[in-house]
Each structure stands twice: as C-alpha cells, then as structure tokens.
C-alpha cells in the first residue's frame, strides 16, 4: 500500500485489487458499491431459477441464496489513478445470450471530494422511494 499512498499522475494506473466483491467489501468496503449492486441486480428472482431482474426487497432465503451465488459470479478490481479526474466504472455482463460493456464517470462530490456527487443523489433517491411505498 506505500506504493499507493505515493502514486502520483505520471506512474498511471494501478490495480489495487482483483477478485470477488465479498473480499472487496472486507478491504475496500468504501468503494465496493457498484459492484454490490450489479450483483443484486443480477441475483435473479425467488421461484424464477438464475437471470436478471429480480423483486426489489425481497428477503427470503431463497432471495439470499440468489445473492449469495451472484456474489460469486461479479468479479471486482479497484485501480487507483492518480491522474483521474472523475470515477470510472467499467461493467462488463456476458452470458449465453451475449455480451454488454458500459463505461460511465461521475464527477467528485463538491462537499466530498473523496467520494462520487452521484452517490449523494442515488442515496436520496433510495430513501425517497422507500418513504413512498410506506406512505
């Protein structure tokens, strides 16, 4: 991790970490969110077998079992860049059916520099919907 804490713009990317997001979520817990969520998102539905979609709140067993597969399926790797202006997030999802690639950036908080100004909005987002449905 020195090598981290110096890299600066000219040494380029990093790979700090590559494997499964609950390995990532124990050292990187902080930056783990995209790949946590593209796992949920992936999990499938409960009596539906494995696919893509799945019942938003579900918390059966089943539905964690599903979880705890796609787990296994979303592979994580962190690169740190010094000379990276905006967070980067690459998704790749193959399967039987094909293959999609999506790249999106987002902009540095204003008030928190060290974390995405999305990530503020997907938040409020999220609890807004939940008071929704409970009122």
Known sequence: MDRLHGLRPEDGPLTVFAGGPAEAIERFPANV???????????GRPGAGVGVGGVVG?????DAELLRRSLERVQVELVADAAAVRSRHEILATGPAGRIELT????????????????????????????????
């Open 33 to 43: 969110n995209v790949a946590v969520g593209l796992a949920w998102a992936t999990r």
């Open 104 to 135: 999106f950036e987002s902009a540095p908080s204003p008030e928190n520099p060290k974390t995405s100004g999305m990530t503020a909005l997907s938040v409020t987002r999220t609890i807004r919907e939940v008071l929704a449905r409970r009122g």
């Open 58 to 62: 579900g918390d059966g067993p089943e």
